[in-house]
């Protein structure tokens, strides 16, 4: 049961990894595209 769970947690992280590296590009990129992008039109 103990090994089982080992496998299943160790997983999950794998997982959370994953979608976290995904999530901040995407989070990153909306930021960039509304924020910054916006700015430098209006600095120039």
Do not use: C, D, N, Q
């Amino acid at each position: 049961m103990k090994e089982t769970l080992s496998k299943l947690w160790e997983g999950w992280k794998k997982f959370g990894e994953f979608m976290a590296k995904w999530m901040a590009r995407i989070i990153l990129t909306l930021f960039y595209f509304t924020i910054f992008l916006p700015f430098g039109f209006v600095v120039s």
